[in-house]
Each structure stands twice: as C-alpha cells, then as structure tokens.
C-alpha cells in the first residue's frame, strides 16, 4: 500500500516537472523571439528618419523647391516627474502653446508641442534636460521664390507629403523613403545616453524634378499678368506660354496665386493650376479653328465672299455680332475680314457648309473634348458633345467659340499647332527626373500627337491671324511688338451659369496667338475672367500677350524680323 502511494506520489512530481519544464522549454526556445521582441519594445523607442525631400528647379537649374532642417518638440507628460516647473518652462518658450500644454498635460496624453520650429527654441527645451521631452530632427518644405509658378509647383504639407500642384502628381519621385532608428531607455523612460542609437533603415532621399519653365519668362509673365488683371479690375486671370516645336511649357501661371510658404491663408480654389484645371467658352478666338476647318475642307478661301448680316436664325437659335460691321460692306466679306473683324455671323455662315459632323472631327484633330497629358494633376477634358448628341444651333454657335467648354492648355496646343505646319504636340511641364547620385530616371522629350491640318492651310492660317494684328480694321492692333511679328486671334465671351444661362454683364476676355508670325518660337494665351473696364481681348488681354512675347523672343535670343 505505501509503496503504491510513493509511486502515485512520483509520477506526481513527474508529470508537474514534465508539464513545467515542457512550459519552460516553449517560452525560452518556441517564443523565445517574441519576448525578446517585447523586452525590446519596452527599452527601445523607434524613431522616424525623415528622408531629403527631392528639390523641384526650373529648366536651367534655379532652385524653386527645397527642404531645411527645423526641430520638433514631443512631450511625454507621465515621464515627467517636475511638472509644474516644465509646464512654465515650456509656457516662456512658446507662449502662443500656453493653452495646449495645460490641456495636455491634465489629459497626461503624449503630444506633439511645435512642429518644425527653429533650433533657437529647440535648444532652449533641450537645456531643461526633461526625461518626458524628446527633440527631434525633422525636414521643413520651403518655396525660396515665394509665389512663383506657386499653382504649379504645389505644395507638400508638415509631413512632407504633395497636396497639389507638381508636389503632388509626382509625390512618389520626390517623397524618398523614410528611415528608422530605435534609442535605449531604461525602465523609467529615461534616455541612456551610453547606449547610443541602433539604425534600423538608412533613408533615402527623393528625386530630384527639372521643370520645363524658365524663371526668368515665369516672372516677367506673372507680373504682367498681375499687373494687368489688377489695372482692368479682372476676377482673375491666366497667362499660358508654350514652345511651339517641343511642347515646353516655359511659363503658365493664374491670378490670384498664393505664397506656398503659406497655403493655409490662401482660399483653396486659388491653388489650382486653371490653364490646365478649369474650363471656359473661349468666344472668338476659336474662330481660327472654324477658319482652319473650313480652309481645309475647301469651303471657304482667304478671299471668298461670305454673308455677314448683323443677325439671322439657325434651327430657331438666333445668331448675332458682337459689335456692329463697321469696314468695307456690311452683308458680306472676306474670310481675311471675317477673322480680322471678327464676325460672328461669318463664321457662322462657314460651320454650316461645314456641317456638324465634318466639323466636329477637326475639333477633335485639335485636341478638344480630350486629356492633353500634360503632367499636372486634376486636368479635365473640357465639353465637346457628340455628333448624335448635338443641341440646336450648336452647327453654328460652336463656331465663334459658344456652346462648347475648352480647357487654356487645350486651345493654346490647338494655336500651336497651327505655328508648328499644322502638327500638334503633347506639352510638356518635365524637363527631366534626377536621382540623388545624378542619374537620370526620366527625360521628356517632344511627342507629335498628330496633324490636325495641312502646311497648305497653315501658310492662310497665318496670313488670317497677322491680319488681326496688322490689318487696319484688325482687332489686335496692342499686340504689335517693335522687333517681331505677331500673329493673334482676340476673344470675347459671356460668362454662362447651369441654370441661368449667360450672364450679360460678366465676360471672359482673351487674347492667343504667337510670335514671330513666319518663324514661330512660342505660342501665348491670356485670359482676363470678369473684367470691369473693357470686355475687349484686345484690350485687356493684348498687352500681356505683347510684353510677355517681348521679352521671351529677346530672352531666347530669336532673331528680330521687322
């Protein structure tokens, strides 16, 4: 009987010493690399490496977008043991902050007290020598020029991510890749700073981005546009400047724009990019698309005889001129006429030979209705309905630029295809994408999209167009430059509301075209949204045309021609 009892008793202890050291064996050998893990995680606090925001520079190297260093201030209020001597500390340091660090601190939750903050203060808190306070390194987004070319470039936010504009559509090249270390602190949570740090992940920087603009023509451009908008008492305004051949935009810019140093003060539909991102009815200087159209198609000629009443109705819609003929007859003229006068019931007369159908595939030839591919995020395709789809009159009003919704970027690849023998290119806003090490990642070069018109109408395209400028009952005479020809189209179009239809006092004035006339470099737009002391294109509009292309031609060094 005790011999059983001793027995029972040891098989006992065995298979408590078995199930332990079984339990024992688990924790240290299965589980040993989670505990350690854990062991870890109690003494070691990781922390973020934030990676050299690639810069962003205009085609000849001008730095336009960079990042600095600045110092952020985290507090870990139950880690401190002096409270309410930090909290006064703190108050001095950044007394704007007085009210949070109270609140945090009741709440004893972690906080983050100043991001991105010059080191004079950050060195003051690193003096208080406060276990509960941790100073941290990070990168600051900095715009050097201020509000140059700000709606394109964008800006990145306190975390160095892209919000619009370039810093947001190539966020991914410019961004890098974060990098981590872990620091040593004991059980107090205290740092050790025997221990040193381990690194984890190196960072790596973001790429480097060469814009298609230049500087110098951006300026000149904006501030002319600036000038000018504020002068007609303009809404506001843009300014599009394209390299006919390769399809660089070297200047593109609206009004008003905002310091992106500074977004947050600035409404948010200013930072938008509206040659790209906005669509209006461009009024008359879709005329030379109409022109070009019905040159191609053999329905009209320079010097055919086209009707030009005041007004006359098409399938019930009543088509009128904007102002009165007024030179060399008055119920009919030449196309040279037609375009140089700028008639409406001229045109008009030439979209119904044309037909709707036949019509609409040269629009699209143009690029309407369609993406330019321009690299800018948000851009639209602008409104061009289908044949099927048509409304009454459109055959007609479509003509000198009403019922239909076009994009700036759109017209002025269209106007640039008329200077470049009838050819139409993508525009390009990236000169080229570098690596940190110099390495180039990416180079746009030109890209022909395809021929929207013969070299046989483009030579009488542009005989109607310097015809604007220099005919003497011309609309565009405030475009002559002194040294270079021009050849432009003006534009005058009522502002239309869905549901209201158009307004009679609120107008979008415009002004398009590009110089030289016979060896074009450049194609420029402008456009002047609700202006308040002329409605005219080529009076509001023109001379931003003109000192912009001015000063381009002689910046680029083109040969004067007149």
Known sequence: MTNDRTRALLLIFIAIFSVIFLKLAFLQIVRHKEFEERSLDQHQRPVVLAPDRGDIFDRNGNILATSVDKWSVFVRPRAIA??????????????????????????????????????????????????????????KRVYPKGRLASQLIGYADIDNNGLSGIELGLDES???KEGKYVYQYDNRGRQIATAGFRQLESPEEGMNVYLTID???????????REEAKKCGAESASVTVMDVKTGEILAIAGYPDYDPNNYSKTADKFHKLSPV???????????????????EEHVVDLDSVIPTPDEFKVEGIKISNSHPVRYYGKNSKSLRDVIAESINTGTAHIGLKLGFERFHKYIVKFGFGARTG??????????????????RGDT????????????????VCAIAAIANDGVRVRPRLIKKI?????????????????????????????????GVVYMPHGTGHKAKMLQYSAAAKSGTAQISVPGRGYLKDRFNASFVGFVPAEKPRIAILVIMSKPRTSIWGATVAAPVFKRTGEFALRYLNAAPDL
């Open 82 to 139: 002096n409270k309410e001597e930090i909290i006064l500390a703190l108050s001095s340091i950044f007394p704007g902050e007085k009210a949070l660090i109270l609140k945090k601190f009741r709440d004893k939750k972690n906080f983050w007290l100043k991001r991105k903050t010059d080191k004079e203060l950050a060195c003051r808190v690193r003096l208080l020598k406060s276990t509960g306070i941790d100073v941290q390194t990070e990168k």
């Open 374 to 391: 321009i690299d800018y995020p948000g851009e639209v395709r602008g409104i061009v309905r289908d044949p099927s789809h048509r409304e």
């Open 434 to 466: 570098e690596s940190p090490d110099k390495n180039i990642i990416r180079s746009d070069g030109p890209l022909e999209v395809e021929r929207a018109i013969s070299i046989e109408t483009v030579k009488k395209a542009k005989e109607l167009m310097k």
């Open 396 to 411: 007609a009003t479509y003509t000198f630029g009403q019922s239909i919704a076009v994009t700036p970027i759109q017209l």
């Open 277 to 295: 991102t906005d669509i209006y009815e461009p009024g008359s200087t879709f005329k030379m698309i109409t022109a070009c159209v019905g040159l």
């Open 174 to 176: 410019l961004k890098g």
């Open 215 to 225: 500087e110098a023509i951006q300026h000149v451009a904006e501030t002319s546009l």
